[in-house]
């Protein structure tokens, strides 16, 4: 695809960038070939992706700019990455002789800026490290998803990420105030500060989402929040269907309680977690609610008072949920662990979401799980929770482990991970729901991308044409690539 | 046919608890009832290497028998009933009632005897050193003498060496060690490299995961009942290790001068002591 070969885009590189920010050791280009979506290809070091010409390191705007403006001259793939968390192939180089672009270096808090609450950043700063610096000055961003430890802004932007405490903060989408990106001519555009306007389109949404197919973001900012954790308040419930537990999150949020946290378990996933109050076969329901005291007190009783009109919930011991809440993110160590029982047990867990309205999500749970446990072979769990509730509907997180059996490494995402997500897509797509909620479409699930969007397809694919019309921009994310 | 007793422990997972958390209550323990449950490490090795001598080769096709022994309430069975979905044979579970044994060797050592001798009749018995909690690595020493059994420590890896016999390997100082031993004996499983247990399928547990589990209670083993009341140690108090880092930002203008300030003031005089 690219006019030029490998080594004149190397070379073409440290012309921008100098030597030092254009690495093309073999084994970093292999690993950057891939993300975790193919995580047993990680596990076994087989890489079966094209692998790129160079990865860079971007300090500035404007080197992103004229990184971008080389590979649209030259038609050379760019793969945007700031983290390296994403899971559903966003990150995977797809084409040969890409270029992956870091920005983790762009790490700059650039303001805190307290009276308007809003904090604008670098593209590469860890929101670990944001929340962390934030929260030790009483604020807090409110987003917390489970790869906290591992995600940076441009990228949990990139792929409208959601955290663990959206259902009172909402997703990243919410959360966004402004923006800077560069487009693949080298245009940079930023979208400024406000806290809402009505000038046409809201803009920032064809950034916010775009996986690194349409733009590279470079700088963002987002709301914050006063932390307040010692007015935190815990419930948790065991029960025995899902059904119940969907009708007692709907009434929960019909009744426009915000609670932080509002979760719901099935036995399977749950056993992982809470089998040591809960019995087998016990669905799990857990809320949190925080903020001013007089809130997370008078929501806390609110939702206490729902739960009490269904017979079948046993309220569990609160501490239950304290300890869990505060082991809720994955970081390197747990990566690494899971890498080596991976490897020991040759059994690997796996995680899709999607989502779906109160008259559509059960389902969906319930068919695609009823599927997986026939289809697929070697399954040694299958169940889900959800995690994220709207008034209109919640997600499901179906979460799945199998034993790889008789299977070469790159095999695998075929035999087992590819027909779980496709059995998954299908339930999706009959019952009317969308078939990613917070992980990103990426590479993985692409190939779905006409059945997702239906007639509105020709949106994005203008969007496409019209901001990438060279096609350099992550490609097969979204979009799939033809073959 | 070998027979091999495979006692376990699950144990809460200290690593989910928080600083906070390791405060003494005023029996002088830590609450832990709040935190998730897990296999005991060590003998999440011993039934994985249980598992394993069954596998490939010629040594396959020996035939074992394993039955699996825990001491522990109802949260226990979830345990049991996955060893049941691996096809363990037999499942038994001792109640404990109100009894505390989690820092009584002594007890837990001559259940497992008398359960050995009475009910199991062995040739092996496969268990880990020690657990997270009690973490005073003599249950199977102790068992191993009340039994008159030999007792092979630090056990890292097994294989069958013949229809009655296990090749054993272990950790020794400085080596490795690896001998046949002949049944009977107490195999005590050490710090093995990555023996994460199996995981049975769906269809294995549906199939398999309904096998009863025998449910004893202490009662039935008079012996270890008697030792409760007469705790050979008394527990006087407790103190937490003192664990404080501290670092120092090195600051000069370049990594080379950044470098020679840390090998000259921090390196340097200990790579000389080595």
């Known amino acids: ?483 | 046919m070998m027979k091999l007793l495979l006692p376990f422990s699950i144990t809460p997972d200290l690593e989910a608890l928080s600083e906070e958390d390791w405060a003494l209550q005023p029996d002088l323990k830590v609450d832990t009832s709040f935190t998730p449950l897990d296999w005991n490490s060590f003998d999440e090795s011993a039934l994985e290497m249980s598992l394993k001598l069954s596998d490939n080769g010629a040594a396959g096709s020996f035939c074992f028998y394993r039955c699996a022994l825990t001491v522990g309430g109802m949260p226990s069975d979830r345990f049991l009933k996955t060893l049941a979905a691996l096809k363990f044979d037999e499942l038994v579970r001792v109640d404990p009632g109100d009894a505390d044994l989690r820092f009584r060797p002594e007890v837990v050592a001559r259940l497992i005897a008398d359960f050995a001798q009475t009910q199991a009749h062995p040739d092996f018995i496969l268990m880990g050193r020690q657990t997270q909690v009690g973490d005073n690595a003599c249950t199977p020493l102790l068992t191993a003498e009340l039994l008159g059994w030999p007792c092979v420590t630090q056990v890292t890896a097994l294989e069958s060496a013949d229809e009655h016999r296990l090749r054993v390997t272990g950790a020794v100082d400085g080596g490795t060690s690896v001998q046949t031993v002949s049944a009977p004996c107490v195999l005590s499983i050490g710090d093995a490299p990555c023996t994460y247990l199996r995981v049975p399928t769906l269809k294995d547990k549906m199939a398999y995961g309904k096998k009863p589990i025998t449910l004893l209670k202490l009662s039935d083993f008079p012996g270890a009942e008697a030792l409760l009341s007469s705790p050979n140690a008394e527990l006087r108090s407790l103190a937490p290790i003192r664990k404080e880092r501290e670092g120092v930002l090195i600051e000069a203008d370049t990594p080379e001068e950044k470098a020679e300030i840390l090998y000259r003031d921090y390196l340097k005089g200990r790579l000389n002591r080595l």
């Open chain 1, 1 to 483: 695809m690219a006019l030029i070969e490998r080594q004149s885009i190397v070379e073409g590189l440290i012309r921008i960038l100098g030597k030092e920010n254009v690495i093309t050791d073999e084994q970093v280009l292999k690993e950057s070939s891939l993300d975790r979506y193919r995580k047993y290809e990680q596990v076994c070091e087989v890489y079966t992706q094209p692998i790129p010409a160079a990865v860079v390191y971007v300090h500035s705007t404007e080197e992103v700019a004229d990184v971008l403006k080389f590979a649209n001259e030259y038609q050379i793939n760019i793969v945007p990455r700031t983290g390296h968390s994403a899971i559903e192939g966003g990150l995977e180089t797809a084409l040969e002789n890409s270029i992956v672009v870091d920005g983790s270096q762009m790490n700059k808090v650039l303001k805190v800026d307290q009276y308007n609450m809003q904090v604008t950043c670098q593209c590469g700063v860890p929101l670990q490290d944001l929340d962390d610096m934030l929260r030790e000055q009483g604020y807090t961003t409110g987003h917390s998803p489970q790869s906290k430890p591992l995600a940076q802004m441009g990228g949990l932007v990139a792929t409208r990420s959601i955290g663990q405490f959206s259902t009172l903060y909402g997703g990243i989408e919410d959360m966004v105030v402004g923006l800077e990106a560069v487009f693949p001519n080298g245009k940079i555009c930023r979208i400024k500060n406000v806290p809402r306007r009505s000038v046409g389109p809201d803009i920032r949404n064809i950034i916010i989402g775009n996986e690194g197919a349409l733009c590279y973001i470079t700088e963002v900012t987002v709301k914050i929040f006063k932390y307040r954790p010692e007015n935190n308040q815990f419930m948790g419930y065991t029960l025995d269907n899902m059904k119940t537990g969907f009708e007692v999150l709907r009434e929960v949020m019909v009744e426009g309680y915000k609670p932080s946290i509002a979760r719901l378990y099935d036995p399977a996933d749950g056993a992982m977690s809470f089998s040591h109050f809960a019995a087998p076969g016990k669905c799990v329901l857990i809320f949190t609610t925080e903020g001013p005291a007089a809130i997370a007190e008078a929501t806390a009783a609110g939702i206490k008072e729902i739960v009490a009109r269904y017979d079948e919930c046993e309220a569990v011991d609160p501490k239950y949920i304290e300890k869990w809440f505060s082991h809720l993110n994955w970081g390197p160590e747990q990566i690494a662990q899971e890498r080596e029982e991976i490897r020991a047990t040759q059994n690997i867990g796996i995680t899709t979401e999607v989502s779906g309205c109160w008259d559509c999500i059960y389902e969906i749970y319930d068919t695609a799980r009823r599927r997986i446990m026939e289809e697929v072979p070697d399954i040694t769990l299958i169940g889900g929770h959800s995690s994220h509730s709207y008034i209109n509907g919640t997600n499901m997180y179906f979460v799945y482990y199998y034993n790889i059996v008789d299977c070469p490494p790159e095999e695998e995402i075929n035999k087992y991970h590819n027909l779980i997500n496709r059995i998954i897509c299908e339930q999706v797509v009959q019952y009317g729901g969308s078939i990613a909620h917070h992980h990103g479409l990426g590479k993985a699930r692409a190939h779905y991308v006409h059945e997702e969007y239906g007639s509105s397809f020709y949106m994005l694919d203008t969007l496409k044409k019209a901001f990438d019309p060279n096609g350099i921009m992550n490609m097969g994310t979204l979009i799939p690539l033809r073959k």
